[in-house]
């Protein structure tokens, strides 16, 4: 049985990745990794609930992707209809919720997707991470979100000033979000509309929040992210793994060129 991508860095670690794997990948490539790991937020979440289109899912990912976040999770408490064809791509989530290769385009390889079928195990999920969670409602005019009640008026986007570890959390395309989430939230946004059309679409609302929250946070982090360096090597090293066919065969193959013993013990890792 081959090792895992995540059992191979767990084990060898970082560096000896980087050394071994960074000859068989093309330097600009490699330059192109570098730089996304150096403006990577690691402190950026964004939540999704009870999504209804999966090819809003699968957009989401890529939105949150090309923003530099690296955690996308989607909560799942619903059954979810009209799969259609959107259901022949990539497995992603512990509920097999599949995103479609075609609209993600890989995203998913750079970053970390979670999914969690009750609310309750997303919350003891979130409880260890010490984040500010952020939720997303629908303007004071009362379209949408109607079926749940705000404990406080909520905070223009344009005023929202995000915390360095925090989540964004979106509902549902149709009701969005549930009681729950509005109250597990520590604060609540909206993004203002001036014209007569008080709706937006669910990857159009999460692009322009992540527009506003990701340039706060990389102005106060002098234009790059929040990784530290260990982080970046460690990313660095991920992406490296995802870069080259069979990683496990090429890095035993030039460990033994280079009189490098191969490990007899392997550290497993989900991460």
Known sequence: MSLSRNTLLSTLGPATVIEL???????????????????????????????????????????????????????????VKDMGSALGGRRVGRGGRHLSHKITIGAERWMRVREFDSFDRARDFFAGQGLVHLAAVAPPSGVGNDHVALPRPPVALDALEPPPACALWFGNERLGLSQQAVDHADAHFTIPMFGLTQSLNLSVSAGITLAHVCGRLRARCGGEGDLSPEDRARWLARYLLESVDRPESLLRETMARRGLLWPDRFVSSED
Do not use: C, K, M
């Open 21 to 79: 794997l960074s000859p068989f990948v093309a330097a600009d490539r490699v330059g192109r990794f570098d730089r996304a790991v150096a403006a990577r937020l690691r402190g950026l979440w964004l939540v999704i609930e009870n999504l209804y289109d999966p090819h809003n899912g699968a957009a989401l990912v890529r939105t949150a992707e090309a923003f530099g976040l690296l955690n996308v999770v989607f909560i799942q408490t619903e059954a």
